[in-house]
T-cell receptor, first 116, second 112 residues
Framework: NAGVTQTPKFRILKIGQSMTLQCTQD?????MYWYRQDPGMGLKLIYY???????DKGEVPNGYNVSRSTTEDFPLRLELAAPSQTSVYFC???????????????FGEGSWLTVV | SQKIEQNSEALNIQEGKTATLTCNYT??????LQWYRQDPGRGPVFLLL?????KEKRKERLKVTFDTTLKQSLFHITASQPADSATYLC???????????FGGGTRLMVKP
């Protein structure tokens, strides 16, 4: 039972480079999310998706893009990486939308990204 | 502005004692409050959920209280064990249907 799987686990990027963080879930969840977590800070929502073909911005979307072509996959793209994007990124999914009644989120193991 | 506050300083306790972690919030009308556990290098894992009309929820050695008057939730671990050492995050869903919002977490260290 894999749950939510993220790759890569670790990556170092140079300023201005681009990359894609991959995320896939095998729980047939419609709702998927990307968060970033900085030391001592709460998880900040970057983007979310309510189903294939539908995405929306979260609290901190600038510098990122997402797509949702299938129920299982929700990749996060970083364009023109900046040092401010150094962070830990978590992909997550839920059966129902959070904010609609006590639905819990299942997280991946995280991707550590350093921009130098 | 909306704010969720958890003690950023680590809580150090002796094995066998009860650990109590605090989650305070301002400018929220939460409908649900959730607690997650996060181990170093891992993603958060859901522990407990409590609704606004519930005062207390228990699961094995875990107990959560929710006081909407004080705007506070307390998370208790009784008979704590070194394996309970982790960071604990609280998260709120408000009545406006907004997305789940997380606090910064409190690190718990249980010493043998």
């Amino acid at each position: 039972n894999a749950g939510v799987t993220q790759t890569p686990k670790f990556r170092i990027l140079k300023i201005g480079q681009s990359m894609t963080l991959q995320c896939t879930q095998d729980m047939n969840h419609n709702y998927m999310y990307w968060y970033r977590q900085d030391p001592g800070m709460g998880l900040k929502l970057i983007y979310y998706s309510v189903g294939a073909g539908i995405t929306d911005k979260g609290e901190v979307p600038n510098g990122y893009n997402v797509s949702r072509s299938t129920t299982e996959d929700f990749p996060l793209r970083l364009e023109l990486a900046a040092p401010s994007q150094t962070s830990v990124y978590f992909c997550a999914s839920s059966k129902q939308m959070t904010g609609l009644g006590g639905n819990t989120i299942y997280f991946g193991e995280g991707s550590w990204l350093t921009v130098v | 502005s909306q704010k969720i506050e958890q003690n950023s300083e680590a809580l150090n306790i002796q094995e066998g004692k009860t650990a109590t972690l605090t989650c305070n919030y301002t400018n929220y009308s939460p409908a649900y409050l959730q607690w997650y556990r996060q181990d170093p290098g891992r993603g958060p894992v859901f522990l407990l959920l409590i609704r606004e009309n519930e005062k207390e929820k228990r699961k094995e050695r875990l107990k959560v209280t929710f006081d909407t008057t004080l705007k506070q939730s307390l998370f208790h671990i009784t008979a704590s064990q070194p394996a309970d050492s982790a960071t604990y995050l609280c998260a709120l869903e408000d009545n406006a249907g907004n997305m789940l919002t997380f606090g910064g977490g409190t690190r718990l260290m249980v010493k043998p």
